[in-house]
T-cell receptor, first 112, second 113 residues
Framework: AQKVTQAQTEISVVEKEDVTLDCVYE???????LFWYKQPPSGELVFLIR??????QNEISGRYSWNFQKSTSSFNFTITASQVVDSAVYFC?????????FGTGTSLTVIP | EAQVTQNPRYLITVTGKKLTVTCSQN?????MSWYRQDPGLGLRQIYY???????DKGDVPEGYKVSRKEKRNFPLILESPSPNQTSLYFC????????????FGPGTRLTVT
């Protein structure tokens, strides 16, 4: 069975702090993709990043970085120097076969 | 503008009254999907469609129907809604299931009383 676990339900940080959102996944498939989506208070879902199961290189995009480790089945997301605009719910997702599986989300609040 | 549209955005209805939530995309995507979002449960896939006339169940299909008669449209049908179907619904589309990211509609908030 496929599963995505985001153990952190809510996180609060003060502006400019770094924060890491954890994502652990389960799948027996060898080919799969992992995603992160952002859901700001306005409610839309915004794609952030995609990573395939064969590419364990970490990725950095501005203040965002992602750490993919197959050995621990984790795909963690770090925001450096957080800003108020980063306040949102963040979802990790797994795609394998024809379906998508989302985690329960982590609600991040950045306090000014 | 490339987009996924859903209608209505908000709907309050009563138990047992059939309803349809429409979803349309203008990106010529083959893959379309419906999700429901509930507090503490994240997004769960209801149904998906690989192409016209090809649909399949996701994780929570009970109480829902879909159809895919045209590539751009993927309506979600609740033939006899019940209060446990009160939720926020998202339609999404992509070029395919792998390796593509999905583009989401704005969501439909449904309340069944």
């Amino acid at each position: 069975a496929q599963k995505v676990t985001q153990a952190q339900t809510e996180i609060s940080v003060v502006e400019k702090e770094d924060v890491t959102l954890d994502c652990v996944y389960e799948t027996r498939d060898t080919t799969y993709y992992l995603f992160w989506y952002k859901q700001p208070p306005s409610g839309e879902l915004v794609f952030l990043i995609r990573r395939n199961s064969f590419d364990e290189q970490n990725e950095i995009s501005g203040r965002y970085s992602w750490n993919f480790q197959k050995s621990t089945s984790s795909f963690n997301f770090t925001i450096t120097a957080s800003q108020v605009v980063d306040s949102a719910v963040y979802f990790c997702a797994l795609s394998t076969g024809n379906q998508f599986y989302f985690g329960t989300g982590t609600s991040l609040t950045v306090i000014p | 503008e490339a987009q996924v549209t859903q209608n209505p955005r908000y709907l309050i209805t009563v138990t047992g009254k059939k309803l349809t939530v429409t979803c349309s995309q203008n990106m010529n995507h083959e893959y379309m999907s419906w999700y429901r979002q509930d507090p503490g449960l994240g997004l769960r896939q209801i149904y998906y469609s690989m192409n016209v006339e090809v649909t399949d169940k996701g994780d929570v299909p009970e109480g829902y129907k879909v159809s895919r008669k045209e590539k751009r449209n993927f309506p979600l049908i609740l033939e006899s809604p019940s209060p446990n179907q009160t939720s926020l619904y998202f339609c999404a589309s992509s070029l395919g299931p792998l390796p593509y990211e999905q583009y989401f509609g704005p969501g439909t908030r449904l309340t069944v009383t």
